[in-house]
């Protein structure tokens, strides 16, 4: 930098006249600083800043994560610091009393034109650009949707041949976890194998949610009726914060739980207990299903308060017990407890058409009643 | 070229004398203004109420819920109606549907007629500039009341219906704002006296885009003494549609400004088409008036979206046609696409007019011509066609088509590339120049530092294995806030800098401008760089509470938000006290010593802009260059140096093909 604060004087110095005599070398010097800073930028991130980055190493889609941004960062800092070298560069070195004081300059350079430097800038920002796309679908395909969500067909699955399906209930305003392995039991709280490739399926029982696993790198949005699929892989224990990351109403801030990341061992100590402790409650859960619709009064209620109105009464008819009918008498029961609200869901399988076309018409006839 | 058929130059914007009709000789009492708007407005609320209650109240939702959609939305948009029928926006059509001769109300001649309904397009954009003050210190107001509640991780000011209602609230007006922040005040102030033309193509839609703009602030307003919304500015089905009446108001509201931003944009797009003087060709069109061009285009084709995606949640919520609710055969995602099909291009409504204003500002502070004119253009319409291909990265993680990804991923990066062109043509510009710190380009260089930022994040965004970690979370807060912040708005102020002596006659205080940009640009970093971080380190947006290890971080943005909402305090103090009270801050004509055809006119601006229309001989950037030519004639002698007829022969050639293109001063 003193080298430029050096060459003030020189360039002050400097005839108005442009077009011939001695010029300074701005380009060089410019360049010059430029890659100074951006090396050490560079450097620096790399290596103390680029390992702590968000999210984190705990799965191979957090750390698939925390590389992207880091050699994202590594190319994006020099753009910046060139940008800005440039702007501060002009900034000192050109300004009007650098000239001819306040009149206007007779004489200067007026170029409206550069071929050469049009078709650097042009050639330079589109390589940078495509390859910043093929590094991009590479690290999405390859982890296999990178923690991302894959709609309900994903096309980039995980090789593993044992995948642990994970279902997540998204609902106003609370996260649940039904395991499909374990007897389809449900807990209020993630917990997750170590080492092991899992598959999240997301869902949702009333609005759009999104289901953040932060150091897990995943995110999928919990869409209602729709299976929602992300994978990950974990490779470390240790404690998960999960928030909803799509505004799903009042309490959308209140939503958020933490999971857990344990060893195998402990994972199905823990897997085999929590089934037959809940078994009886899971017994009033509807089927397991991919996705569920929400009976006549809404997942939480909502929808339609139909208070004061006879209660629904064919529920029974397309899978929800008896507590279901427990909630729709306090349906502005805002914190449901898991077993409760995911009984008022009801199970579809999709694949059989009578159940689905059943519960078309039910629900038809449902939200004539409600209008 | 049919299309170029053209009024005579010279009798181009000449209103005939108005006739004494029956309206025009109305008593002092009965003429229209904001006052009969407002009376119309409220009664137009009542009977659309009423009538929602008459026809709704057999339902059981509107027993039960005691809510009333159907009310609410026909007292809102019959609010609106009536607020047109008040200020006179209709009498025109009404009086021809009649066969009357429709009367020419004179503008009024003293102050009064800023709260009339006026054609002159000076005092429509003048309109347009008390109008997004208001929108914009409305929404400021309430950021400062988002960052009251996020002081603390856990104890709160307001329950979190109401916060996330101010949030929505904030977030609605300043988008609603933003897409006409340049376009309403300075699109329709500066388009006509850029391209030497004494008016708009339709004065009567410029003012009808006016007042339904204006008429939109109040009903989104409505939202909060109606409960408010919890769905933020994105409006998301179905929580849009379980939402109280509050939401209609939301609705109601983007439809109506959505129908002002779709006839603003018409208007400049024909204007700009069709009304550029003598000389102006494209090669010569000031590359505001580019940007105003990409940007209306982006109005008239990307709002319809917008217009229907509105209709559509207003039917759900009111005949409960269920478009957006899955087990019925609607789609929530349906609302998600076709709110980004309006959403993305509007990012670009919101940030092509800040390119054009710093572009246009740079040659005039630092005294050469524009660097790159063509890569220019072209980069400000390459980014508006590309914007119509991008919308689905803000669905990157909702669980569209997973092979769509990567195509989405394509073209948003590819957007960066005419991006960039814009920094081609400021730093290409800066070289070797004599740049003066005037408070203009200060806030011009500024926009080139922020918007920097704002874009490289949006990189980061669009790269799906890192948008799993940033999306939803205040990381895009901070990038879309560098973006239409520190982009937009500080264009915008350097274009208030810069025009403002010629908008009204008064040069703005330096001293205060220079303290108010040091403010803002300072306390605009500091307050939203830190967001970053607070959303790498897992902060969602639109949450009332967070984690406790990230109140540091959030308070020290807090108090940045509150000294940058106190920076806005400084211009309002220097534009009161220069345009309204010091009596020495008469601006000269030409303070910049700016080549552009609209400082060529004498200020105050006459009426009529012109005496003559202008003969262009120049583009406006010509500074430095030995033996160009002035911008344009004004006397209109140039038509006989020129040898062309002073007017087309049925058609034949338009207004604006000769003199024939190639002047010394042309980019070729
Ligand atoms: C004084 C300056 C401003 C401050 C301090 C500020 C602050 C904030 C904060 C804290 C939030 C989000 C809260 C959350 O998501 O939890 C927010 C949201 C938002 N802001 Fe601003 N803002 C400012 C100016 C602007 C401007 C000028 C615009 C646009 C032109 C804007 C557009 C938005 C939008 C669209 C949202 C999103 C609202 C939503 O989530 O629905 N803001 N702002
Ligand atoms: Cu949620
Ligand atoms: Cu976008």
Redesign the interface.
Known sequence: MSQVVGGDGAVGSVPVD?QGGRRPN?VWRIVGIWVVLSVVGDLVFWFVAGPH???GTMTT?AS??QF??NV??VV?LP??LG??T??VY??VM???S???GEG???????????LK??VA??VT??IT?LA??VF??V???V?A????????????TPASKSILPIQVIAQQWQFTYRYPTFGGMETNNLIVPNDTTIAFH?TSL???H?F?A?QL?????A????D?VAYTKTRQTGTV?I????????????M?DYGKVVSKAEFMKWGIATEKALAANTKNLPPFAWTY??DAN?ASG????????APYSKTQKYGATKAAQKIVKSPTTVTTTATATSSTATATSATTSTATSA??KL??QA?G??? | MSLDIAPPPDRIGVVEPPTRGPLARRPAWLSQHIGTAAIGAVAGYALGHYLGNTIASG???VQ??AENDLAVVLGLALGVVGWLLGIGVFNYPIAKMFGRKPAEVPEAANWTRYVRMSLDHKTVGLQYLIAVFTFLFTGGLLAMAIRTELLSPTSHIY???T??SIVGEHGTIMMMMASSLVVGPLGNWLVPLMIGSRRMAFPRIEAASFWIFSSGYFVILTALPLGGF???W?G?A??QT?ADVGMDAYLVGFFVIGTGMILAGFNLLVTVIHYRAPGLTWGRVPVFVWSIIATSALLALATPTLAVACYFGILDRTA?T?LYV???GGN??LWEDLFWFFGHPEVYIMALPGFGIVAEILPVF??????????ATAGMIGVALLSFFVWQHHL????????M??LF??TT??I??PT??I??VG??T????????EVPMLFA?AL??NF??GG?SG??L????????V???FFVLSHFHYTIMGGLVFGFFAGVYYWTPKLTGKMLNKKLGKLHFWAMFIFFNLTFFPMFLIG???Q????????NRLQTLNDFASVCAFLLGASFLIFVVNFVWSVFINPVATAPANPW?SKGLEWQTPTPVPPYNFERIPVVLSDP?T????GAPPVADLTGAAFATVGAPPRPVDGGSGAHTYPPAGGPGQ?Q
């Open positions: 442009e701005h980055v968000p999210p889609t698939g994560a992207d941004f994202l960062f994006a753009v910046i940008v800005w440039y702007l002009a900034i050109w300004r009007a650098r000239w001819v206007d300059p007779v004489r200067g350079p007026t170029a409206r034109s550069n430097v049009q800038w042009i920002t589109t650009v910043m796309f991009g679908t690290e999405l395909i982890p949707g990178a923690g991302g969500a894959e709609g309900p067909n994903p096309v980039w997301v009333d609005v759009i999104s953040w932060y790198g995943v995110k999928a949005d869409n209602p009726s729709v929602d914060t928030r909803c990351s799509e505004l799903c109403g009042i309490w959308h801030g209140a958020f619709v929400p809404g909502v929808y339609a308060d139909t208070s004061g109105q519960i078309r629900t038809r939200s009643t409600t209008l | 339902y059981v939702h039960t819920a329950g979190p219906g916060y996330i919890p769905t933020g994105t998301y179905p929580l379980q409960t269920q899955n087990i019925h929530s995602y630092t005294r050469k011509p524009l660097f790159g004119y063509r890569v990157f993680q909702s669980g569209i088509d997973p092979a990804r990567p991923m394509l990066e590819l960066s590339i960039g062109f920094y081609l730093m290409g800066l070289w070797k120049a004599k740049i003066r710190f260089l080139y530092f920097l930022l490289v990189v980061f669009s790269d799906v294995p890192v948008n799993v970690t999306h939803g979370g790498l380190f897992d969602p947006r639109r949450v009332f509470e967070y984690a010593g950037y500074y430095g260059e030995v980019d």
